[in-house]
């Protein structure tokens, strides 16, 4: 019988074969867990998760009553994706966060503010994804946790600031990354492909750069960059740039918006189903529910089809915005 596991179960089964300490493995055991389906399927899979989780509480460094939040570089992802905000002190991250999200990370003029990741949640058009504020990447005081958390995540957001030497923070942020085995998916061919080696998708962020008067300087740290990177000039303080840097931050996540209709009823467009870009109609009819993956007798799709409302088979796939009515 099929076990139907999800990708984020397979993301996470690889984060614990790399997983280097008991605690960090009884966490991750307990995310898989949380993510098996429950049906006859996946009940041996279950059982062999949770023989492993009872090895490892009673083991040497493990805990019997462990909390998956015994860390505070270990946050729970909510919303259709999770992005950490890295860079050198005082380039704009937690006022980033802080002007994007509901969280309140400290802000302030002096460096090292940070000293712990903060999550907050953005809202970019009617899903949300959620940001986490992170500690400077300082080689002297960067916590390895701090690292996994980068590790874990689905998108790098590197903020430089435009006025205080960008292409040197560019340089050394990422060659502190690839010394810790973490690779900008633009660069993963050239380095090797090993389980041990994580490669997020990343987007430079140039902040500061405030008014008209700075796009010229804006476009010679581009031209240095020899375009190798994407990168977004924004301004915290004015506001410039943050509908590009959301919807650059969509098309990196490679999300798509679902929405479902009922027949003879108008599509609620206040809440899609967040799916990744290539998904299916079966795959969308496993995430309303399971019945209505293996009882699917026909769909409709208005938006991607050749024409309005046409009917489409299960392996027909869905674009950004489709709206589709299933029949079981």
């Not at 062999?48 to 460094?61: H, N, T, W």
């Not at 009617?126 to 960067?142: A, G, H, Y």
């Not at 599509?267 to 399971?290: C, L, W, Y």
């Not at 699917?296 to 489709?322: C, I, N, P, T």
Request: hydrophobic share 35%; aromatic share 8%; proline share 7%.
């Amino acid at each position: 019988m099929p076990t139907n596991l999800t990708p984020e179960y397979y993301k996470t089964e690889e984060r614990f074969r790399e997983a280097t300490t008991n605690e960090e493995k009884i966490s991750l055991l307990e995310d898989m867990l949380s993510l098996i389906p429950k049906h006859k399927g996946t009940d041996h899979l279950r059982a062999d998760l949770r023989r492993k989780l009872s090895k490892l509480k009673i083991a040497p460094g493990g805990k019997s009553k462990i909390s998956r939040h015994a860390s505070v570089f270990h946050i729970d992802p909510e919303g259709a994706g999770q992005v950490a905000i890295i860079g050198p002190a005082n380039t704009g991250k937690s006022a980033l966060v802080d002007a994007l999200t509901n969280a309140e990370p400290e802000v302030a003029e002096y460096p090292f503010t940070t000293r712990k990741p903060t999550p907050g949640m953005m809202q970019i058009d009617n899903i949300q994804v959620q940001l986490i504020d992170t500690p400077p990447l300082d080689r002297e005081m960067v916590e390895p946790e701090l690292i996994d958390l980068i590790r874990r995540v689905d998108l790098v957001l590197l903020v430089v600031d435009l006025q205080g030497f960008p292409v040197e923070q560019v340089e050394q942020t990422v060659a502190f990354l690839e010394q810790n085995r973490i690779v900008p998916a633009s660069r993963r061919d050239e380095f090797p492909q090993d389980r041990r080696w994580s490669y997020p998708p990343l987007i430079i962020l140039v902040n500061k750069v405030d008014d008209e008067s700075f796009d010229d300087d804006y476009q010679a740290f581009c031209e240095l960059l020899a375009g190798e990177w994407t990168t977004i000039p924004i301004s915290v303080l004015g506001e410039r740039g943050i509908d590009s840097m959301k919807q650059a931050v969509f098309d990196k996540l490679e999300l798509i918006r679902v929405y479902s209709k009922a027949p003879g009823k108008e599509p609620d467009r206040n809440s899609p189903f967040v799916m990744n870009r290539g998904g299916t109609v079966e795959e969308f009819a496993a995430k309303i529910h399971q019945d209505f993956s293996k009882n699917l007798k026909m769909a409709r799709v208005w938006g991607s089809g050749e024409f309005e409302g046409q009917m489409v088979s299960r392996d027909y796939e869905l674009h950004d915005g489709d709206v589709v009515e299933l029949r079981i």
